[in-house]
């Protein structure tokens, strides 16, 4: 896959010239579980917090990301804020796989090119630690998310998959009533 030309800013911040709000990526803390397992279901939408546990945030912390921004509007604007989150794991079980268990960006900060900033970078860097491909399951009533992950690239898993609100997917996957589309792309490392 081809890297950002700054990972570490926003597609459209650097579009931009830079004069538009500036992600930064760092490994999560064991303390942005507390930051973040009270708003994600405001983040997401729906109850999700049950699947965002400590362990992401102790355990994972090598293949997720956390991305900060300045808010000019926040009462201490050189405070950088959670803005966006990636929690993913390289799977054991299936060597070259990299996976997205969840991500998300602030509701307030959407549509800013940080959600992809953020995937590239994430990309990017479990291609360089030897994945070949990337995978996530999302619900098929999520269109945003479906639209996104499209945007990047993803492609839905066919095989066995039946439509479910007019995409490819799997009823019951995650439990009754728990239907998913899983979508998935390749991942190449840049070479040297
Ligand atoms: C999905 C999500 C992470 C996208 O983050 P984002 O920062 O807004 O995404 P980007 O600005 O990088 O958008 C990239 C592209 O995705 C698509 N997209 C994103 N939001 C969209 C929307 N509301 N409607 C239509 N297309 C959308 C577009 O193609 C967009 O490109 P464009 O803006 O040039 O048209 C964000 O909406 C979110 O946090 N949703 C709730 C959590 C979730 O569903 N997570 C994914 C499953 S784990």
């Not at 945030?57 to 000019?72: C, K, M, N, Q, R």
């Not at 360089?128 to 098929?140: E, L």
């Amino acid at each position: 896959m081809t890297a950002p030309r700054d990972p570490t800013m926003s597609g459209r911040s650097a579009r931009a010239g830079g004069d538009l709000p500036r992600i930064v990526f760092r490994p999560p803390v064991e303390a942005d579980h507390r930051r973040l397992v009270d708003i994600v279901d405001h983040w997401f939408g729906r109850p999700v917090r049950a699947r965002l546990g400590r362990m992401w945030f102790v355990h994972f912390t090598a293949t997720s990301l956390i991305g900060e921004t300045l808010d000019p509007r926040s009462p201490d604007p050189d405070l950088p804020r959670v803005a966006a989150f990636l929690v993913g794991f390289a799977s054991p079980d299936r060597p070259g796989e990299a996976v997205i268990h969840m991500a998300a960006v602030a509701p307030e900060w959407r549509r800013r090119g940080f959600g992809s900033a953020m995937h590239a970078r994430w990309l990017a860097d479990r291609a360089a630690a030897g994945a070949a491909r990337a995978t996530v399951a999302i619900p098929p009533d999520e269109r945003i998310a479906w639209l996104f992950y499209r945007s990047l690239g993803f492609e839905p898993v066919t095989a066995g998959a039946r439509p479910l609100w007019g995409i490819p997917a799997f009823p019951d996957l995650e439990g009754d009533g728990q239907d998913r589309a899983l979508l998935e792309r390749a991942l190449v490392a840049d070479g040297p």
